[in-house]
C-alpha cells in the first residue's frame, strides 16, 4: 500500500504568541507545541507513523508563517527512504514566509537506502524582511550496518526562489560523483545549512554569517572537508562531507547557535528531543 499525505502548517503571531494550526490529510502530522525559549518562537515536530517511505509514497508539506511569527519545525527520526522495484518515492516541502517572519526547516536526517529511487524537494518563498535557517542532511546507504548505497538514485532540490537553486541527481552507479575528488570522495553523508532571506542581505551581516560559521568550521575534525560560502546576496551556505552522520549533524547543529545568537538576537536553545 502506498501512501500521498498532506500537511498544511500555518504559524501566526497571536497575542504575543508565535502559534501553530495545521491539518493533515493522510499519516502526517504535528505533535503538541512546544515553548522551551519562551512565547515568540513555536517549536513543532512532524511525525510520519509509518516511518519510511517507499516506492509510490509521496509527501506533501505546506509551510506558511505570517509577519512577526517564528516557527520551528524538526522530526523525531530519520526520513527513511526504502529500496524501490520501480515507482520513486516523493518528499516535497514548500516554505512561505511573510514580512518579518522567521522560520527554521530542522528535520533529522534522510537516510537513502540501497536500491532506493528518491526524491527530495525543499522550497522557500520569503518575502521582503523574512529569514529562514534550514538545512538538508543526506546519508547514503547504513555504512555501520554492511549496507552500502551501490544501487539506486536520488534528486535532491533546494530552492529560495528567485535567488537560489540547487538541483542534483545522486546516482549510486555514478562512481566519478560518488567516489571522485571533486564529488563526494567516498563518503556518505552529505550536510547542507543554510540562511536565507526574502531580500538582499547587507553585505556586513553577510560576512558576519561566513566568518561565525567559519570559525566553529575550523575548529572542527572535519575542516578538512566542510566549507563555507554565499552564492548570491539573499543566501549563505555551508556544506560538510563526513563519512557518517553525527559528527555532520554536530557541526551543522553549532553554526545554527553562533548565526541563531548573533544574528537573531535568539537564544542557542535546541529543540527538546535532539537531547533524548
Do not use: K
Request: glycine share 10%; with cysteine.
Amino acid at each position: 500500500m502506498t501512501w500521498h499525505a498532506r500537511l498544511q502548517l500555518r504559524y501566526a503571531m497571536e497575542a504575543g504568541r508565535s502559534v501553530a494550526r495545521f491539518e493533515h490529510d493522510g499519516p502526517l502530522r504535528i505533535l503538541q507545541s512546544l515553548y522551551p525559549e519562551g512565547d515568540a518562537v513555536c517549536h513543532n515536530v512532524v511525525v510520519h507513523p509509518p516511518g519510511g517511505l517507499v516506492g509510490g509514497d509521496t509527501l506533501d508539506i505546506d509551510v506558511r508563517a505570517s509577519d512577526a511569527s517564528h516557527g520551528l519545525v524538526t522530526t523525531p527520526g530519520a526520513a527513511r527512504f526504502y529500496r524501490s522495484d520501480g515507482a520513486g518515492a516523493v518528499q516535497r516541502t514548500g516554505i512561505r514566509l511573510d514580512a518579518g517572519a522567521r522560520f527554521e526547516w530542522l528535520p533529522l536526517e534522510a537516510i537513502y537506502y540501497p536500491g532506493c529511487i528518491a526524491e527530495n524537494r525543499v522550497e522557500f518563498d520569503l518575502a521582503p524582511g523574512a529569514e529562514a535557517i534550514g538545512w538538508d542532511i543526506a546519508a547514503f546507504g547504513l555504512p555501520q550496518a554492511g549496507q552500502a548505497f551501490d544501487r539506486g538514485n536520488v534528486l535532491q532540490h533546494l530552492e529560495l526562489r528567485g535567488a537560489w537553486l540547487e538541483h542534483a541527481r545522486i546516482d549510486a552507479a555514478d562512481r566519478r560523483l560518488m567516489d571522485g575528488p571533486l564529488g563526494l570522495a567516498g563518503h556518505r553523508c552529505l550536510a547542507t545549512l543554510f540562511l536565507v532571506a526574502g531580500d538582499d542581505m547587507p553585505r556586513s551581516r553577510r560576512e558576519l554569517a561566513l566568518e561565525l560559521a567559519r570559525q566553529e568550521l575550523q575548529a572542527h575534525p572535519l575542516a578538512a572537508t566542510a566549507g563555507a560560502t554565499s552564492p548570491g546576496p539573499r543566501v549563505v551556505v555551508v556544506r560538510v562531507l563526513a563519512p557518517l552522520v553525527e559528527p555532520a549533524v554536530g557541526l551543522l547543529r553549532a553554526v545554527r547557535r553562533a548565526w541563531r545568537t548573533s544574528l537573531w538576537g535568539a537564544t542557542a536553545t535546541d529543540p527538546r528531543g535532539w537531547a533524548i
